[in-house]
């Protein structure tokens, strides 16, 4: 049976080489003959070079270097700083409100990814990166539906622009949320984002809410995590957000890759995919709330 042909829909360039420099990795180099000729006559000259790595190669030998230190396992005890998983993930751009000291300078990606654990615990990834990394996608700028964007957005991205600095030392009033109150909004921020009818009518449908991007069968990603909150038991009640219903544990950080070898599963729902809602008729909830939008195009450089 021929072996799947994998696809890497979003690489960090930038990202995977600080984490080979941090941590001191080296990639392969061969011996590579060259044959130089002069005044004096011709010889063979060895160099030592690094040759030409493909982006799997590097992503392979960064997983070999660093077998130790990434987790897998989820119900691990953290604080976890570098992952790897496996998910069906949705991808799409995170939106700001208008805030006026904007930490991200590009376009940003918000990539959600979850699972459920050997342990029954369900933990989700909301993972923050350049939107220029997905690989063959040019989203447009414009999107021809307006949604809900949270009000947490400014804390978010503080979170993100410092790479998880607690709210006190990250912006002020703009972030006087707690680790988990941050964490739980920033949560459903990936899940909610852009939604403009009552949110049962999105539910299931990604396609229907405004900035989503993307959604595929990711066979593998690895991300760096900025912060790892563990939700205290009994303190959230998600019996009006089905779709956080049983999270446990949030993790928030950063993509290095995002690989698949199920390119058939890719689904994107931008442009003229985007399904725009007929109205329902029926409230949308206290928390949907439509904010003033700016277009600025912010994002992380990832």
């Avoid at 700083?81 to 904007?102: M, T």
């Avoid at 342990?119 to 939107?131: A, E, K």
């Avoid at 009033?173 to 999105?202: N, W």
Wanted: overall charge positive.
């Amino acid at each position: 049976m021929p072996k799947p042909v994998g696809r890497y829909v979003y690489w960090s360039e930038r990202l995977v080489r600080a984490v080979i420099d941090d941590n001191g990795v080296q990639l392969d180099s061969r011996v590579k003959a060259s044959l130089k000729l002069g005044v004096a006559g011709g010889g063979l000259d060895l160099a030592g070079r690094d040759r030409e790595k493909t982006t799997f190669e590097v992503a392979e030998k960064l997983k070999r270097k660093l077998r130790r230190s990434i987790v897998s396992d989820f119900d691990a005890s953290g604080p976890l700083q570098l992952v790897q998983g496996a998910s069906w993930v949705e991808v799409a751009e995170f939106r700001r409100w208008g805030y006026p000291r904007h930490r991200l300078g590009q376009r940003t990606a918000v990539v959600h990814a979850w699972t459920v654990t050997r342990q029954g615990r369900r933990v989700d990834l909301c993972l923050f990166g350049g939107l220029k990394n997905l690989r063959g996608y040019t989203v447009p700028e414009e999107d021809p539906v307006r949604g809900w964007t949270s009000s947490a957005a400014p804390a978010i991205e503080e979170l993100v622009a410092s790479r998880g600095a607690a709210p006190s030392e990250a912006g002020g009033d703009a972030c006087s949320f707690d680790e988990e109150e941050l964490a739980v909004d920033t949560l459903k921020m990936a899940l909610s984002q852009g939604i403009y009818r009552h949110p049962d009518d999105h539910m299931g449908r990604p396609e229907t809410r405004a900035f989503t991007v993307m959604g595929f069968d990711a066979t593998e990603y690895a991300a760096l995590i900025y912060k790892d909150v563990t939700l205290t038991p009994g303190r959230w009640d998600f019996d009006r957000e089905p779709e956080m219903m049983g999270t446990s544990r949030i993790l928030i950080g950063a993509p290095l890759w995002l690989r698949t070898t199920r390119p058939g599963s890719i689904r994107t729902y931008f442009g003229s995919n985007r399904v725009q809602l007929a109205p329902s008729g029926r409230q949308p909830l206290t928390r949907v709330l439509f904010q003033p939008m700016q277009q600025d195009g912010g994002q992380v450089s990832g």
